[in-house]
């Protein structure tokens, strides 16, 4: 069954850090791109990040640029987003989500993990 | 990237049909043949609906239908039923090169009467 689970979220005072896990089961995940994406409370889907399959490429949203850093673990077929300086906007539930190419779009999310930034 | 639009709901009764907006930009939308469509259960995974503007997954009932004009697509759900009440994202790529990145819109809830 392919899967992706999310872990990690938490509440953090601004400032703080964090660091996402996302699992993956199911698949071959060192063929995928893989990316994250978040949803604020009451606002619309956020892409905020891809790496590519070998993790020679990755880009990032200009909201997190400088602040965030995407990775992977091909061995232990995880994905990983370091957040470092957070501000309350950024206080969402990320989700994990496999990139299917060449058609460029998340053909499997996981089911997400709240990220709260607050004092 | 700006979000693309969307409407913020839309609503039909059993059986009829109901079509949902995304607009953006000659740098999105209308500049990519790679818009998709995501359905969102709250508080589950999004699904893959619509990819291409106008192919489904398999799986994919073929009552869900895309189509795209300029800046424009849209997502059509003909004959609704209960089950299909949910959000919806737009999605559209707009990267270049190596430097892939993405724009969703707002999201539409969609209410079966």
């Known amino acids: 069954q392919v899967q992706l689970v999310e872990s990690g979220g938490n509440l953090v005072k601004p400032g703080g850090s964090l660091r996402l896990s996302c699992a993956a089961s199911g698949f071959i995940f060192s063929d995928y791109y893989m990316s994250w994406i978040r949803q604020a409370p009451g606002k619309g889907l956020e892409w905020v990040s891809y790496i590519s399959s070998v993790s020679t490429y990755t880009n990032y949203a200009d909201s997190v640029k400088g602040r965030f850093t995407i990775s992977r673990d091909n061995a232990k077929k995880s994905l990983y987003l370091q957040m470092n300086g957070l501000r309350d906007e950024d206080t969402a539930v990320y989700y994990c989500a496999r990139v299917l190419t060449p058609a460029d779009v998340f053909d499997i999310w996981g089911q997400g993990t709240m990220v709260t930034v607050s004092s | ?113």
């Open chain 2, 1 to 113: 990237q700006s979000a693309l639009t969307q409407p913020a709901s839309v609503s039909g009764s059993p059986g009829q049909s109901i079509t949902i907006s995304c607009t953006g930009t000659s740098s999105d939308v209308g500049g990519y043949f790679l818009v998709s469509w995501y359905q969102h259960h709250p508080g589950t995974a999004p699904n893959l609906m619509i990819y291409d503007g106008s192919k489904r997954p398999s799986g994919v009932s073929t009552r869900f239908s895309g189509s795209k004009s300029g800046n424009t697509a849209y997502l059509t759900i003909s004959g609704l039923q209960a089950e299909d009440e949910a959000d919806y994202y737009c999605g559209s790529y707009a990267g270049y090169g190596t430097f892939l990145n993405w724009v969703f819109g707002g999201g539409t809830k969609l209410t079966v009467l």
